[in-house]
């Protein structure tokens, strides 16, 4: 597990929003999905806005690996699920993000149900 470079995880971070590749069983890569994201402290962060039956959220944990996209930046990365202790700052960095786009955008992806779907990104 490598960390994050502090100027790529802050592009990315400053980045609307993020493309997401999870690896297919042979290796590629499939078709990247857009999402929101947040950077907090030394790490990254991803949830599923329809719980933990999304699919791109399925076969990201069930490959562990892939690739991210934003701020000009591009890695290779693993997925994992978070620790639940990081929910409460990954809602409050969600929300100052994107709270701008409105309630119906935001509510999916912060919260109880949603901190269940949070995954840490990670670049190999």
Do not use: C, Q
């Not at 999304?54 to 562990?64: D, K």
């Amino acid at each position: 597990m490598t960390a994050w470079d502090a100027t790529e995880l802050r592009r990315i971070g400053a980045a609307t929003e993020l493309r997401i590749s999870s690896r297919r069983p042979d290796g590629t890569l499939r078709p990247a999905v857009t999402i929101w994201h947040a950077a907090v402290g030394d790490a990254l962060y991803i949830r599923s806005a329809h719980g933990p039956e999304n699919g791109w959220f399925r076969r990201a944990l069930r490959s562990g690996t892939g690739r991210v996209t934003a701020g000009g930046i591009s890695k290779d990365v693993t997925f994992r699920l978070a620790v639940p202790a990081v929910a409460p700052d990954v809602d409050a960095e969600l929300h100052a993000k994107y709270d701008r786009y409105g309630a119906a955008y935001v509510r999916p992806i912060t919260g109880t149900d949603a901190a269940a779907t949070t995954l840490v990104v990670l670049p190999v």
